[in-house]
């Protein structure tokens, strides 16, 4: 079982930065890939970034790229989400989630993700 937590949300101007934190329970973070999702009001849940166990592998949605970096911290069992270039469409609800895997893959479907906090707002004002 792991336990998830997000922080770092919050309110900014665009154009303006904010790295979001997930701390996990557990002594086998290492062994979870990890991702990161947001849902807007009326929208789905969708894809921003993922990582895989070691950190040497992930990627992004194509509205993120090139403004968001995801990174780990094995040793603080911590996955960390920086958000540069903020834009008022980044507006979200911004969820962790974590999936069990002995291999190196990192995972890009909600569906393949196992357990998940319980989510940190952001807001970016124009």
């Known amino acids: 079982q792991v336990q998830l937590v997000e922080s770092g949300g919050g309110l900014v101007q665009a154009g303006g930065s904010l790295r979001l934190s997930c701390a996990a329970s557990?002594?086998?973070?290492?062994?979870?890939?990890m991702g990161w999702f947001r849902q807007a009001p009326g929208k789905e849940r969708e894809f921003v970034a993922a990582?895989?166990?070691?950190?040497?592998?992930?990627d992004y949605a194509d509205s993120v790229k090139g403004r968001f970096t995801i990174y780990r911290d094995n040793a603080k069992n911590t996955v960390y989400l920086r958000m540069n270039s903020l834009r008022p469409e980044d507006t979200a609800v911004y969820y962790c989630?974590?999936?069990?895997?002995?291999?190196?893959?990192?995972?890009?479907?909600?569906?393949?993700?196992?357990?998940w906090g319980q989510g940190t707002q952001v807001t970016v004002s124009s």
């Open positions: 989630a974590a999936a069990r895997t002995d291999s190196s893959r990192y995972f890009v479907q909600r569906t393949e993700y196992d357990y």
């Open positions: 557990g002594r086998t973070f290492s062994r979870y890939a």
């Open positions: 990582i895989n166990w070691s950190g040497g592998n992930g």
